[in-house]
Nanobody, 125 residues
Framework: QVQLVESGGGSVQEGGSLRLSCAAS????????MAWFRQAPGKEREAVAG???????QYVDSVKGRFTASRDNLKNTLYLQMTSLKPEDTAMYYC???????????????????WGQGTQVTVSS
């Protein structure tokens, strides 16, 4: 059984930094994407960053230059280093992992078979 557990969320002031981690247990799919999504209150969940098994990393425009995603395939762990945080980054952050061969954009939720429970990030001005 695959389990994704996020950690590292918290409350910070605008301009601050946080580092999120996502530990995947039982995850054996060695190829494909792991990704970070977020959902703010009253809004739909949106993609933030995706990391292909090769290390290729992609971001949505709103976080480019501020967030850095990475993954350690040996540890089955996904990371998200967030800097220059803004109040609009406030959201529940979710880790997601691909579990099968599927086409489509990394930003599409249908690509991901496994999801974590989320970790809250709150940025105050």
């Amino acid at each position: 059984q695959v389990q994704l557990v996020e950690s590292g969320g918290g409350s910070v002031q605008e301009g601050g930094s946080l580092r999120l981690s996502c530990a995947a247990s039982g995850y054996t799919y060695s190829r494909g994407y792991m990704a970070w999504f977020r959902q703010a209150p009253g809004k739909e969940r949106e993609a933030v960053a995706g990391v292909y098994y090769s290390g290729l990393t992609q971001y949505v425009d709103s976080v480019k230059g501020r967030f850095t995603a990475s993954r350690d395939n040996l540890k089955n762990t996904l990371y998200l280093q967030m800097t220059s945080l803004k109040p609009e980054d406030t959201a529940m952050y979710y880790c997601a992992a691909q579990g099968r061969l599927i086409s489509g954009f990394w930003t599409s939720e249908v690509r991901y078979d496994y999801w974590g429970q989320g970790t809250q990030v709150t940025v105050s001005s």
